[in-house]
């Protein structure tokens, strides 16, 4: 994204609004919380303080930037707003995040919320795993 961007979504162009911007966008399929995007910030030498991260990113994410999630049990993360909706599974053991699409359970949700009389608006599928053991 450029500075035109932050302004096409009402947003002054800050420093710390960029720096923010581009950690987010050098990481592709990450899901950062703010204290990673602040601890990451503080390794690039910017000097940024944690509340102006949070603040940068309720900013972010009311201006339509960037997705917040909630997951069970652990803190929110963020995501650049690619535009291509996919949903996650997190590793319950380590906390990672696995992004995935999958053109069939699209399908099906659609087909359920059909049967039920309604049409989906939006919906976020979330699924805990735990890595199969290896025999």
Same mark, same amino acid.
């Given at each position: ?7 096409? !979504? &009402? #947003?002054?162009?800050? $420093? ?8 987010? %966008?050098?990481?592709?399929?990450? =899901? ?30 009311? !201006? &339509? #930037?960037?997705?917040? $999630? ?8 963020? %995501?650049?707003?690619?535009?291509? =909706? ?36 939006? $919906? ?12």
């Amino acid at each position: 994204m450029e500075t035109q961007e932050l302004r096409n !979504a &009402g #947003l002054k162009v800050t $420093h710390p609004r960029m720096s923010v911007l581009k950690l987010l %966008e050098k990481c592709t399929d990450c =899901h950062l919380s703010a204290e990673d995007i602040y601890r990451r910030l503080l390794d690039e030498g910017e000097d940024i303080g944690l509340a102006t991260v949070y603040r940068v990113l309720t900013q972010f994410e009311g !201006a &339509g #930037l960037v997705l917040k $999630h909630n997951f069970e049990g652990g803190q929110a993360v963020y %995501e650049l707003d690619r535009g291509k =909706h996919h949903d996650h599974m997190i590793d319950v053991d380590t906390g990672a995040v696995i992004e995935f699409s999958n053109e069939e359970i699209e399908r099906l949700q659609h087909e359920i919320a059909e049967e039920h009389g309604y049409v989906i608006q939006d $919906h976020s599928l979330v699924l805990y795993v735990r890595a199969k053991k290896r025999e």
